[in-house]
């Protein structure tokens, strides 16, 4: 009898674990699909990382390819943002398996392309505004190299 007790507080315990890590659909807030163009002084980058910072809501992050175009990802990837108002920062994207700092071979990365300010969405100067209308949802950044 205790075991069957046991067994069954058990997998009752293990079914609450799963349903309160489900973090289901019903949680994310609903986005519209946002993407946009990064150039620095018109020229397209890639590997740079977008993140669009809500005045309140969920971040909202993108990677530019070699034709510096990026689709934005709140909730699940490519799905885009909320509505609303964002500053947004740009910064490089460091290479996978660079050494920590403090390792051998470790080399401190360069200054980005561009001027430091855009890395900071406070400092930028870019704002976006995610329409309801995902077709006026394209971004496009020209980022000064000065």
């Known amino acids: 009898m205790l075991r069957h007790i046991f067994s069954a507080s058990l997998l009752a315990g293990v079914s609450l674990v799963a349903i309160g890590c489900g973090g289901g659909s019903g949680d994310a807030p609903a986005t519209v ?13 890639g590997k740079l990382s977008v993140m ?9 992050t993108g990677v530019t390819d070699d034709q510096g175009q990026f689709s934005l990802t709140t909730n699940t990837p490519g799905d885009g943002a909320t509505v609303g108002a964002y500053t947004v920062s740009v910064s490089p994207i460091q290479e996978v398996g660079t050494p920590m700092p403090g390792m051998d071979g470790y080399v401190k990365p360069g200054p980005p392309p561009f001027a430091r300010k855009y890395t900071d969405n406070t400092k930028s100067g870019l704002t976006a505004t995610v329409d309801a209308d995902a077709s006026k949802n394209d971004f496009k950044f020209d980022l000064s190299s000065k």
Do not use: E, L, W
């Open 33 to 45: 699909a946002a993407k946009g163009t990064v150039t620095v002084d018109g020229k397209a980058m």
């Open 52 to 60: 669009f910072m809500p005045t309140k809501g969920k971040v909202a």
